[in-house]
């Protein structure tokens, strides 16, 4: 049974930092494809991070604040925020290359 469990969501200020992780079980990471999505009200689902065997990437509103990180020997996942902004209020959740969802984590900034 996969099961994805994210944590480290909270409430901050702007300007402030969080550190999301995103444990895996049931499926080892290995060099699978993992990702970070997060949906904000009365908006889409978007990705943020994907990070894979080829390398980490990032959607440009994050991009030099947030930093996606992996560990396998912990077959956990982590994304440390930056700089955080109002607009960066959301619903986190991690999915890995199975499609496999966690159940998200409510990020606020104010």
């Known amino acids: 049974h996969v099961q994805l469990v994210e944590s480290g969501g909270g409430a901050v200020q702007a300007g402030g930092s969080l550190r999301l992780s995103c444990a895996v079980s049931g499926v080892t990471l290995g060099r699978n494809c993992v990702a970070w999505f997060r949906q904000a009200p009365g908006h889409e689902r978007e990705g943020v991070a994907f990070i894979h065997s080829g390398g980490t990437f990032y959607d440009d509103s994050v991009k030099g604040r947030f930093t996606f990180s992996k560990d396998n020997t912990k077959n956990t996942v982590y994304l440390q925020m930056n700089s955080l902004k109002p607009e960066d209020t959301a619903v986190y959740y991690c999915?890995?290359?199975?499609?496999?969802w966690g159940q998200g984590t409510q990020v606020t900034v104010s």
């Open positions: 999915v890995n290359a199975y499609n496999h």
